[in-house]
């Protein structure tokens, strides 16, 4: 069992900038694809970012492209997803997922990923 925490979210203004950290809790390691989704009241969750496990690979959602990097560091641990030039409609939770199995060819479903975590509020004021 894998068990995903997320942090830094917040509230911030169109135009500011957030960085979500995403740890796996309690283990020291971890060979997984990676991804972030996002969802907004109302919406079903949506596909926002995703990085392979060697961190070679970055995959991103057309609304967020050129805006979002989603990076890992593997001494930490930890995945980030640095969003800037946020805009309103980025308002929503925002979700960590791990894919133990590495499929690089479905890094945007949702079936993909077996291990999520509790979710981060993102909320961004016009």
């Known amino acids: 069992q894998v068990q995903l925490v997320e942090s830094g979210g917040g509230l911030v203004q169109a135009g500011g900038s957030l960085r979500l950290s995403c740890a796996p809790r309690?283990?020291?390691?971890?060979?997984?694809?990676m991804g972030w989704f996002r969802q907004a009241p109302g919406k079903e969750r949506e596909f926002v970012a995703a990085?392979?496990?060697?961190?070679?690979?970055?995959y991103y959602a057309d609304s967020v492209k050129g805006r979002f990097t989603i990076s890992r560091d593997a001494a930490k641990n930890t995945i980030y997803l640095q969003m800037n030039s946020l805009k309103p409609e980025d308002t929503a939770i925002y979700y960590c997922?791990?894919?133990?199995?590495?499929?690089?060819?479905?890094?945007?479903?949702?079936?993909?990923?077996?291990?999520w975590g509790q979710g981060t509020q993102v909320t961004v004021s016009s």
């Open positions: 990085v392979n496990w060697s961190g070679s690979s970055t």
């Open positions: 309690g283990r020291t390691s971890y060979n997984f694809n």
């Open positions: 997922a791990a894919d133990p199995r590495r499929r690089s060819t479905e890094v945007a479903g949702l079936n993909t990923y077996d291990y």
